[in-house]
């Protein structure tokens, strides 16, 4: 990439961030005035511990839709994960860390059976993820028994604030996820290719580039983050749950869309989709204190949505009909 590439990618870049953060600031500053217990550190501490679920699944999400794909089985497999957490826990005396690993691993695996199936097989990733969002939810349901699992203390910590820091250790891995992610999408050929491949998969494969191999990988990647995103639910609940993450798939796909990651591939950024989870959590978190209904929340959140796609349509009108550099 040319230095001034780099440049216009940057300031690009730049211009977006600061769009997503005035419009954060300015729901924190509605809900500040019209809910006295908003603006307090209390809440932002509560935020911050609640969002790793989210962020581990939108970080992902991000990858997959840059390649071009979606991926709806994220929170089966987060679902799955918590489960094998605490089954080989609580039933079968496993140590943590193994356990974790193992939890990890069944996400992964499940992750990368999707992208083979739809890359391999030329199946809209669409059908193939749904189809494992029942296998994964289905399967974790049989592992427990349809049961929800105490686990306790032993994973407690991970979910739990820091002293005076505050916050948890699962949003200090959740913000390193993201920096990470944000290096492999920039600086790394992978990333490149995977925005090469959402772009126009076929002129990269006359490239004598062949797409397979990073197109599967981000469904491994989507599937290991959702491992991560179960074992911070998990430690938040002390508790594995089959019925964990049913429907999360969609906020972790509004978050990459708010944060103006493309559903038709090629353009997107962690740290967008970031402060996509962030703008979603606090319009939440500031109409539940209003005292909103979960109905009336919902409506809010999808005209949300909605108006992020509206967005990102014209700006890829505008862009389209730009005169090359």
């Known amino acids: 990439m040319s230095q001034a590439s780099s440049r216009r990618l940057f300031v690009t870049h730049a211009g977006q961030y600061a769009g997503l953060l005035i419009v954060l600031l300015l729901l924190v500053g509605v809900f500040s005035l019209t809910s006295r217990n908003f603006l307090q550190p209390a809440t932002f501490m509560t935020i911050a511990n609640q969002v790793p679920d989210l962020t581990f699944l939108a970080v992902g999400m991000t990858f997959v839709l840059i390649a071009g794909g979606i991926d709806l089985s994220v929170g089966s497999l987060l679902a799955m994960s918590s489960g094998v957490l605490g089954v080989l826990m609580a039933t079968h005396g496993w140590s943590l860390p193994w356990a974790l690993a193992a939890a990890v691993v069944a996400s992964t695996a499940c992750g990368m059976a999707s992208g083979l199936v739809s890359v391999l097989g030329r199946i809209p990733s ?37 002293g005076s820091i505050g916050v948890s250790p699962a949003f200090l891995l959740a913000c390193v996820v993201v920096a990470v992610g944000q290096f492999v ?40 983050l959702s491992g991560l995103a179960g074992w911070s639910m998990t430690a938040r609940l002390s508790t594995a749950d089959p019925n964990a993450g049913v429907g999360i798939e969609l906020a972790a796909i509004a978050a990459c869309v708010i944060g103006g990651t493309s559903l038709m591939g090629g353009k997107g950024s962690v740290i967008s989709s970031f402060i996509g989870v962030l703008i979603i959590q606090v319009l939440q ?38 005169p090359p550099a």
């Open 126 to 162: 669409f059908i193939v993820t749904l189809g494992m969002l029942e296998v994964a939810r289905g399967g974790t349901k049989l592992l427990t028994n349809s049961q929800s699992i105490y686990i306790g203390k032993s994973i407690a910590w991970f979910g739990e604030p820091l």
């Open 185 to 224: 999408l920039w600086g790394t050929v992978f990333g490149r290719y995977l925005v090469a491949i959402g772009t126009n998969a076929e002129a990269v494969r006359m490239a004598g580039v062949r797409t397979w191999p990073s197109s599967v990988a981000v469904f491994a990647v989507s599937g290991l």
């Open 285 to 322: 978190t500031g109409l539940a204190q209003l005292g909103v209904s979960d109905a009336n929340k919902q409506i809010v959140t999808g005209v949300v949505i909605i108006a992020a796609v509206l967005v990102d349509a014209v700006r890829r009108r505008q862009s389209s009909h730009a």
